[in-house]
């Protein structure tokens, strides 16, 4: 009895952790979306730091998989620049993740591009179609991101 | 056939493997953008990439593969913040870590974005800071290779910072020069234009601890002069120039050039002695020359106008 008991909590317990997190299994049995990892910024906090600085963060959305050995990625756009947010448990993932994004940049090309962490939480902004040539934008997300 | 059909096959892999590699050029900081892709500036101020290269290498430093632009940022449509230098000394920005310490080899006024820190040893004198510290080793070795950037600023035109030269703090070492070429307006104001044609009142006995003292003749330029001892060097009307080079340490103050129309007269160089290189005047005149680094020379100067007894007989 106590077993079931205790299975009950620990159940009871996953389901409010996923609830949390506000992110659900998508549809059709795909893998199961990552979750947030704790100990810095998270995605939406930074987020919410451009919209407060007056950017217009559009059309965010996890990577399922994560990509760049992250816990947890989301990718979007801001006034055309491309901007990749992710999240690492510990150091090493996060250099190991930021060393990855610069060898793509070496292999295919990249106008202007930018990789930033604050915490264990790293930011990579691209811009591919010259939408943002002298670079304020980027600097804008750069400087909400550094507040974090 | 087989076999050139697989030679043409290993070559085309062969090739598309080292195109593969795009360009990828490292920058520390903002910096100008070159025209060929719109001009102006890059206003993003922490490591970054592009897919260019810098328009000008001369107004850069490179420090482990990353470029850090160490010249103003004025002429270049910059719109930020600006702090008044004078003459050269020590890159000070606060998030910029070389290792050892870099130099700024401007001449005369200029901006840079940063202030310096409130420990460096900068004075804030006439509406610029001076450098009042001690150049390092460095700063001589280096002199030769980096004070181009002052060729590359030599055709474009803007705004230099206004400074009152005549307060220079005594700790400055560099050499102060009233006007250059590209500098728009009354660059330097306190210097009162100079009622002779004699230039380049200087002093330069002894060891670096002061300023030296270089004015201009408002166009009227008649070429270099010399300061410190006068060992017989004579300046002839073609433009030559007579007599032993000056000793070691000797100071040859290379200073602004002339205004648009006229040009420097005064062409070879001395071999042995500070003088630096100097082609023929340009149209719309260009900086000709600067002091060489000397190890363990440099400026030793009282400071001041000199009196002038001296140099080079025309």
Known sequence: MHRFRAFLVLAASAALVQGACGKSKPAGGGPAAPAHVEGTPHTDAVLDAWKSAGLKPESFAPLVPPPYVAGYCERGVVAGVDATVCEYADDGALDRGQRQIKDEWARTGVHTGVVLRAKRTLLSAVDHELRDPNGKTINQLILAFRKL | ?314
């Open chain 2, 1 to 314: 056939m087989r076999k050139i059909l697989m030679f043409a096959a290993g070559l085309t892999v062969l090739t598309l493997s080292v195109s593969a590699e795009a360009a990828v050029v490292r920058y520390m900081s903002q910096h100008p953008l070159p025209r060929k892709m719109g001009g102006g500036f890059c206003y993003i101020d922490v490591p970054h990439v592009h897919d260019f290269g810098p328009s000008d290498p001369r107004m850069y430093r490179q420090v482990d593969g990353e470029y850090y632009f160490v010249g103003d940022p004025s002429p270049f449509n910059y719109e930020g913040p600006r702090h008044a230098f004078y003459g050269p000394h020590p890159i000070v920005e606060a998030n910029v870590q070389f290792g050892h310490p870099e130099y700024c080899y401007l001449r005369g006024p200029h901006y840079h974005w940063y202030e310096p820190p409130a420990q460096a040893a900068f004075e804030l004198r006439g509406g610029a800071y001076w450098f009042t510290g001690t150049y390092d080793q460095g700063y001589y070795q280096e002199r030769p290779r980096y004070v181009a950037v002052n060729d590359a600023y030599a055709p474009i035109v803007y705004d230099r910072p206004a400074v009152d030269v005549t307060v220079a703090p005594p700790g400055f070492h560099g050499e102060i020069v009233a006007a250059g070429p590209g500098w728009r307006g009354r660059a330097v104001v306190g210097a009162p234009p100079p009622p002779v044609v004699q230039v380049g009142v200087g002093i330069n006995v002894g060891g670096p601890s002061g300023a030296v003292f270089v004015e201009h003749d408002n166009g009227r330029h008649r070429g270099w002069d010399r300061h410190e001892r006068h060992e017989g060097w004579e300046r002839n009307e073609r433009g030559g120039w007579r007599g032993p080079p000056p000793a070691p340490g000797g100071g040859w103050r290379g200073n602004g050039a002339p205004g648009r129309g006229s040009g420097w007269r005064a062409n070879p160089a001395p071999q042995q002695g500070a003088w630096r290189g100097n082609p023929a005047p340009q149209p719309g005149g260009g900086w000709r020359g600067s002091p060489a680094p000397q190890q363990g020379g440099g400026w030793r100067a009282g400071g001041g106008k000199a009196g002038h007894g001296n140099a080079w007989k025309r």
